[in-house]
């Protein structure tokens, strides 16, 4: 909920065009450029059942927040 507070705050400060995000551990706001400019992609294999339409996976220690990758 802390990231749709800090959005409102943008909102509520007339900042447009930014996105909350998590950046080194910290909250952080981004123009959203920053983020659509590359293409984002999952291997839906390694970390998919695609049988069950759940995630795989044994344990969460030390995987990353996001199962993404940019494509450059």
């Known amino acids: 909920m802390i990231s749709a507070h800090l959005a409102l705050d943008l ?3 007339r900042i447009h065009g930014r996105l ?6 910290r ?8 983020v659509t400019a590359s ?3 999952v291997n ?3 970390h998919y059942d695609t049988d069950r339409y759940r995630p795989q ?9 996001f199962l993404m ?3 450059a």
Request: proline share 6%; aromatic share 8%; charged share 30%.
């Open 11 to 13: 909102i509520g400060a």
């Open 20 to 25: 909350v995000v998590l950046k080194n551990g």
């Open 27 to 34: 909250y952080d706001n981004v123009p959203i450029d920053l």
């Open 39 to 41: 293409k984002k992609l």
């Open 44 to 46: 839906v294999k390694e």
């Open 57 to 65: 996976y044994r344990s969460f220690e030390m995987k990353p927040l």
């Open 69 to 71: 990758t940019s494509d």
